[in-house]
């Protein structure tokens, strides 16, 4: 053997062999000492205010990912939209034959202050449970002492800057070791996500070289209700639909016209009854067709460790819908919920009128097997049954005196579902690379209930995905006093670690 081949093999073996026991023996101390002094870079991030409302906000968010990145030697694309921009970061190694499309969100829910059990929603706060089952904040807590139950509470903790922070921290953490993926990373990054990222699709049609990549990895969700490792093989897509109905040109007094005048809140809660039925199943027909769960999709759904007691309990539900014989069943098809209803004043602003018009806001949850189109067409002619006129604007006065019932109808479709085969590239090597990090089956879900814009980077780049989850399911995400419990971020980056030095054949 020559001399220079032997020296090349004692220079790199001690690497590879470091690699080796990344993923076997290394991941827990690692993870450990990352969550650590990686936590005061969860902590800025999540002080940046970011709803998409607001551009100067999400401006200094992409300032704060392109500085981010650029550090761990990535180069940064911001790709210009309508809106927001997206931003691109990619990294090459050597020898690499495959690339993996890593999807991060930065955008949160907007916040109502007055709701949340702290002072102010972008300024973190850790707190741990007292023994009367409060929250309560941890003063002068020392990150090095901390307890894995404790909790960071602020927009975006869990949904979803926290995994952003795990991912960066995970890359610091196999960068001291002098590690490096076989595989290119391309990071995309969605600033608008919680506005049902409108301008993503048309981005990525007009970048697909940009983005071409193998396979795509969205770091985002919950794991499942035991907070044990979790893949996602899918998702649903969703659309949104606004009813408004129409009563008097303006509030009017109940008591000289009660009985007189038509109330729209009325209405509008019997056209919204007159869509399922007591058990919580859509009756418009045909909103079901297409979906058909065989034998083997059921022994998939049936894997998942669901305690449906606990579920139950947890919720602190009487009874559930029927939609389906259980919680994965359900969720296998499209849905129809009221996120919202508004019409007149109530509590202690209570007046004694007819209203003048009543509002419900839905989502419509997405699956493959059904067309956004179709659904909306089902929905129209239902609503026109009932004996409405429909509008897409406000009523004029000649509309409103020629129809017994009026409504006006918009509609938004923002994406629709995917899902992925279990047995993929994507999904085997995910699979290995938690299994060697955690040592225990995974939990392998067909397609979560949430919705992520990932159809697009599917369809478009024509590449399998698969959702990562690391967050507690309890973090109230999209609500007041969103946090995550610092145990999942420690797991959340051992996870990542796993990944990153999972050799992808």
């Known amino acids: 053997m020559k001399l220079k081949t032997i020296f090349l093999i004692l220079i790199l073996l001690p690497v590879y062999l470091l690699g080796q026991n990344i993923k076997k023996e290394k991941l827990q101390s690692l993870a450990e000492k990352y969550s650590k002094s990686s936590f005061h870079q969860l902590i800025e991030i999540l002080s940046i205010p970011n709803d998409a409302n607001f551009?100067?906000?999400?401006?200094?968010?992409?300032?704060?990912?392109?500085?981010?990145?650029?550090?761990?030697?990535?180069?940064?694309?911001?790709?210009?939209?309508?809106?927001?921009?997206?931003?691109?970061?990619?990294?090459?190694?050597?020898?690499?034959?495959?690339?993996?499309?890593?999807?991060?969100?930065?955008?949160?829910?907007?916040?109502?202050?007055?709701?949340w059990s702290q002072k102010n929603p972008y300024q973190p706060v850790i707190k741990k449970l007292n023994p009367e089952g409060e929250w309560k904040e941890v003063a002068d807590y020392d990150i090095n002492l901390y307890n894995?139950?404790?909790?960071?509470?602020?927009?975006?903790?869990?949904?979803?800057?926290?995994?952003?922070?795990?991912?960066?921290?995970?890359?610091?953490?196999?960068?001291?070791?002098?590690?490096?993926?076989?595989?290119?990373?391309?990071?995309?990054?969605?600033?608008e996500e919680e506005m049902g990222s409108p301008n993503l699709p048309k981005a990525v049609v007009d970048n697909t070289e940009l983005l071409k990549s193998d396979m795509l990895i969205i770091f985002d969700g919950p794991l499942h209700d035991t907070n044990k490792p979790t893949l996602e093989f899918g998702a649903r897509g969703i659309a949104t639909v606004t009813l408004t109905t129409y009563g008097p040109i303006v509030p009017q007094h109940s008591g000289h016209y009660g009985n007189y005048a038509p109330n729209p809140a009325l209405g509008l809660a019997q056209l919204l009854a007159s869509m399922k039925d007591p058990y919580g199943r859509v009756v418009i027909p045909?909103?079901?067709?297409?979906?058909?769960?065989?034998?083997e999709t059921l022994k998939i759904l049936r894997a998942v460790p669901d305690d449906e007691d606990f579920i139950r309990n947890k919720l602190q539900l009487g009874s559930i819908d029927s939609v389906g014989n259980s919680y994965q069943e359900a969720i296998q098809y499209p849905s129809l919920n009221i996120r919202g209803m508004q019409s007149g004043w109530i509590n202690e602003e209570a007046r004694t009128i007819i209203?003048?018009?009543?509002?419900?806001?839905?989502?419509?949850?997405?699956?493959?097997?059904?067309?956004?189109?179709?659904?909306?067409?089902?929905?129209?002619?239902?609503?026109?049954?009932?004996?409405?006129?429909?509008?897409?604007?406000?009523?004029?006065?000649?509309?409103?005196?020629?129809?017994?019932?009026?409504?006006?109808?918009?509609?938004?479709?923002?994406?629709?579902?995917?899902?992925?085969?279990?047995?993929?590239?994507?999904?085997?090597?995910?699979?290995?690379?938690?299994?060697?990090?955690?040592?225990?089956?995974?939990?392998?879900?067909?397609?979560?209930?949430?919705?992520?814009?990932?159809?697009?980077?599917?369809?478009t780049l024509a590449i399998p995905a698969v959702i990562v989850p690391t967050v507690n399911i309890d973090n109230n995400q999209h609500s007041p006093n969103e946090n995550l419990r610092i145990g999942n971020y420690r797991d959340g980056i051992r996870t990542m670690i796993a990944i990153l030095t999972e050799k992808l054949e």
């Open 55 to 115: 551009p100067s906000d999400i401006e200094k968010n992409i300032k704060w990912c392109e500085n981010a990145f650029n550090k761990r030697k990535f180069t940064t694309t911001r790709i210009e939209t309508e809106g927001a921009p997206l931003l691109l970061a990619e990294r090459k190694h050597k020898n690499s034959k495959k690339t993996v499309l890593i999807y991060l969100q930065l955008d949160g829910q907007p916040v109502d202050s007055t709701k």
């Open 286 to 295: 045909g909103y079901y067709d297409g979906i058909s769960i065989d034998e």
């Open 355 to 459: 209203p003048a018009w009543a509002r419900a806001e839905i989502d419509i949850r997405l699956v493959l097997e059904s067309d956004p189109e179709i659904l909306l067409k089902l929905l129209k002619n239902h609503i026109e049954k009932q004996g409405y006129f429909i509008t897409s604007e406000t009523p004029t006065k000649e509309e409103r005196m020629n129809n017994a019932k009026v409504v006006s109808l918009t509609y938004d479709y923002a994406y629709q579902s995917f899902r992925t085969n279990f047995n993929t590239d994507v999904g085997i090597w995910l699979k290995r690379a938690l299994k060697k990090a955690y040592n225990e089956e995974i939990i392998m879900v067909r397609m979560g209930g949430g919705s992520v814009p990932i159809a697009p980077f599917v369809n």
């Open 148 to 191: 894995e139950d404790w909790r960071v509470f602020a927009r975006s903790a869990s949904d979803a800057k926290g995994p952003v922070a795990m991912f960066l921290a995970s890359l610091d953490a196999i960068e001291e070791l002098n590690f490096s993926p076989n595989y290119n990373i391309k990071v995309i990054m969605d600033f």
